[in-house]
Nanobody, 114 residues
Framework: QVQLVESGGGLVQAGGSLRLSCAAS????????MAWYRQAPGKERELVAT???????NYADSVKGRFTISRDNAKNTVYLEMNSLKSEDTAVYYC????????WGQGTQVTVSS
């Protein structure tokens, strides 16, 4: 079964940290362009971070220096390490994988209390 399953979301105080995981099955994260998106209530889904098959990373300006995207090919999993969290980081976070088409996970809620 081809799917992406996110985990690791939760409630955290401002200034805290969380690590999100995106476990893939049916695809290899090593050859896909993987990304994390987020969608806050009433807002459009926005790109947070990307990692290419070659390992290059890119970040939204709002998370640069605080978030880190990484990939463990042996575990076929992509991570998003989030530090110095702010209330404006509150959103549902989605993992995606793109090659010939884009695959989406179901999302995981991150809530940052101020």
């Amino acid at each position: 079964q081809v799917q992406l399953v996110e985990s690791g979301g939760g409630l955290v105080q401002a200034g805290g940290s969380l690590r999100l995981s995106c476990a893939a099955s049916g695809i290899l994260v090593s050859i896909y362009a993987m990304a994390w998106y987020r969608q806050a209530p009433g807002k459009e889904r926005e790109l947070v971070a990307t990692i290419t098959s070659g390992g290059s990373t890119n970040y939204a300006d709002s998370v640069k220096g605080r978030f880190t995207i990484s990939r463990d090919n042996a575990k076929n999993t992509v991570y998003l390490e989030m530090n110095s969290l702010k209330s404006e980081d509150t959103a549902v976070y989605y993992c995606s994988g793109t090659r010939l088409y884009t695959l989406w996970g179901q999302g995981t809620q991150v809530t940052v209390s101020s």
